[in-house]
């Protein structure tokens, strides 16, 4: 990779493992939905699909089960602590043969010559927002997948972020937590961005959405969405307190303040993952 190498501010230790295991689980549903059927109706059985910086490949292998018998699903990781780790949870599910998951940088993907050009699907998660250069990254995608098929893109607007009633300290932190992405060359707004960039990697963008990823007091998943904010700024809190110079008394109050403020019953996190999607051409 030319440039500056990409870095992920949260690092791979056991604790991220877990808290991108719990998030998988929290919103791998919706993207299945969003995917629509990948196995059902003319043209879709042995489906092949590339999955760009899989991570663990909990969402690979639900891929690959929704795609059914006779499908190809290529997991791409760079991470070999998350290679082990998604290999060690695949085995432990007995699925083990769903996907194949090949090191790999997403700037650029160990294809082999007959392999581009060749997917039905190529897709990315939480990938660009991490890469100094995106377009590279979508660039490749399109040249991977075949005439017609579909290349997708999710990612963060770390700009949408709303919690009502506000916990105190939270917007120090969040706006601290995105300048660590400016610092690494990175853009915490990118999901706003997917569209023109399959555009300009020459793809042809069919449409654009957002996956809700929030909820409210009441709501089952209300808790596993609080953690998961409070470990997001956890995992990175180095980089913050480096970067905003905040004192670590404060990072703490507003670490605690948020988990507090998740047992209040009028507490809501609107938050959307910005979808779009293109079909390569000719």
């Not at 695949?90 to 294809?111: C, H, S, W």
């Not at 007091?217 to 480096?242: C, H, Q, T």
Request: glycine share 12%; net charge negative.
């Amino acid at each position: 990779m030319s440039g500056r190498e990409s870095r992920y501010v949260h690092g791979t230790a056991p604790e991220e493992q877990k808290r991108l295991s719990d998030l998988n689980r929290l919103i791998n549903e919706r993207t299945l939905r969003e995917l629509g059927p990948l196995a059902d109706g003319p043209g879709r059985a042995g489906q092949r699909i590339l999955d760009v910086g899989c991570g663990l490949a909990q969402l690979s292998r639900a891929m690959a089960r929704a795609a059914g018998p006779g499908s190809t699903v290529i997991g791409i990781e760079k991470s070999e602590e998350q290679r082990a780790e998604a290999l060690r949870q695949a085995r432990a599910a007995g699925e083990a043969a769903l996907v194949e998951i090949r090191p790999g940088d997403a700037a650029d993907l160990p294809l082999t010559g007959s392999e581009w050009g060749s997917f039905d699907i190529v897709h990315a998660r939480f990938i660009l927002e991490h890469v100094p250069d995106p377009l590279r990254v979508v660039r490749g995608m399109v040249r991977a997948a075949r005439p017609g098929g579909r290349i997708i893109l999710q990612d963060d607007d770390h700009d949408l972020l709303r919690l009502w009633p506000e916990p105190p300290g939270l917007t120090l932190l969040w706006s601290s937590y995105i300048r660590t992405y400016d610092r690494l060359g990175n853009d915490p707004y990118v999901g706003r961005r997917l569209v023109s960039l399959l555009h300009e990697a020459g793809a042809r963008p069919r449409r654009c959405s957002w996956l809700f990823f929030g909820g409210c007091a009441g709501e089952s998943g209300f808790p596993g969405y609080v953690e998961n904010l409070a470990r997001v700024l956890e995992g990175a809190k180095d980089a913050i307190l480096s970067t905003a110079g905040l004192e670590p008394a404060l990072f703490e109050s507003g670490v605690q303040n948020l988990r507090e403020w998740g047992q209040r019953p009028d507490a809501a996190i609107w938050y959307a993952v910005s979808w779009a999607e293109a079909t390569a051409g000719d």
